[in-house]
């Protein structure tokens, strides 16, 4: 038994519920993809970065004022999909047949509870009606002029088709049309908007809010408002938004992907003496261990979308782990991103470069 009680003293130290607010974490997208620098002007650029830092501010004041990670999360997305720059909400791009379909979902690493929606074409934040989804408990997923119905039933507020609508958004849709062009060719980017968080209680929480691709038909649905695709959150592991070419991102289940690889890590290291050990030397060297963990999230985030690539697929993802490290992975040559924590970072970005 005196072999085992430092071990036991250690474990003791490591889960003694913290006696101050932990750190909290956010980091957030606006799309990804084919951004060329020479083409942006600087009044453009400055526009974006200041439509970022909005929404990054608003979901750090929750944060930092004590709120929970679902609601810093659903903050942040409400800003962007009132920001006609990002496919999302206002600034939606358009279906082939000219409307404005709208999907998004929204997940708590807590209890995992979920809520998703798409093909909705009235509702002014997407963001705020898969999170009554995911709070009604019945149902993960619901889909046009149902979710429209249960929408009216909660009091979620609703817009007319012009709120949606922007010029740039209509024209994208009569040059892919004249010139039989992909959506590819007309976006340029993936202009989906999504958040991830950690709150001062340690939970995670991850939403995606999205209008699709530039002449979708046929009522496609991408991964934005697929659970596991392109939205994950679980305390165990992490909280992970992609934006990017849903087909791929479905195909691989990017965002449970990536969080059950550091699931599965972390469990597999906890069962050891030998990940006792290195905790041990992160209690002495917390900045290492830190630094390890970060590196380690990455790793396996750069991993996955490698299979992406290799796939055919492009975009990104942004995430944030129990650690409060807040991560972005991307295949572009660009994407619209900040991230905000408790240790003083602030900061947005476009290109890859940044």
């Keep these: ?75 942040a997305i409400v800003v962007l999909e009132n920001e006609p720059r990002f496919n999302a909400g206002r600034g939606a791009v358009f279906t082939w047949e000219g409307e404005n379909e709208l999907d998004a979902a929204i997940m708590d690493g807590r209890d ?103 002449g979708k038909r046929w009522g496609r649905i991408g991964d934005a408002p697929v659970i596991g695709a392109g939205t994950y959150a679980d305390n165990r592991s992490c909280a992970i938004s992609t934006t990017g070419w849903g087909e791929f991102f479905i195909r691989v289940g990017v965002a449970h992907e990536i969080c059950t690889r550091l699931r599965i890590g972390k469990e597999s290291e906890s069962r050891s003496v030998r990940g006792v050990l290195r905790s041990l030397t992160g209690q002495r060297d917390r900045e290492a261990r830190r630094a390890r963990e970060a590196q380690h999230a990455q790793a396996i985030a750069d991993a996955v979308m490698s299979e992406v690539a290799e796939l055919g697929g492009d975009g990104g993802v942004i995430l944030v782990t129990p650690e409060g490290d807040a991560l972005f992975s991307f295949n572009t040559s660009g994407m619209y991103r900040g991230r905000a924590s408790s240790s003083g970072i602030n900061e947005v970005a476009i290109f890859a470069e940044e």
């Design 112 to 214: 995992r509870s979920a809520g998703a929606v798409t093909g909705v074409k009235t509702i002014k934040n997407p963001i705020l009606l898969a999170d009554a989804v995911r709070h009604d408990g019945r149902h993960v997923f619901l889909s046009g002029a149902g979710a429209e119905e249960f929408a009216a039933q909660r009091g979620i507020e609703t817009a007319p088709p012009e709120w949606f609508a922007t010029e740039a958004r209509r024209n994208a849709l009569d040059r892919m049309k004249a010139n039989n062009l992909s959506a590819l060719d007309v976006d340029l980017k993936f202009g989906t908007v999504g958040a991830v968080a950690l709150d001062q209680s340690g939970n995670l929480a991850a939403g995606t809010s999205t209008g699709g691709m530039t």
């Design 1 to 75: 038994m005196t072999i085992f009680r430092p071990l036991l003293a250690a474990f003791a130290i490591l889960f003694a519920s913290p006696s101050v607010a932990q750190d909290w974490s956010i980091a957030i997208h606006g799309g990804a993809g084919t951004l060329d620098r020479d083409k942006m002007t600087p009044e453009m650029e400055a526009e974006y970065r200041a439509a970022l830092q909005r929404a990054l501010d608003a979901g750090e004041t929750i944060l930092r004022n004590g709120g929970s990670a679902v609601e810093a999360v659903r903050s």
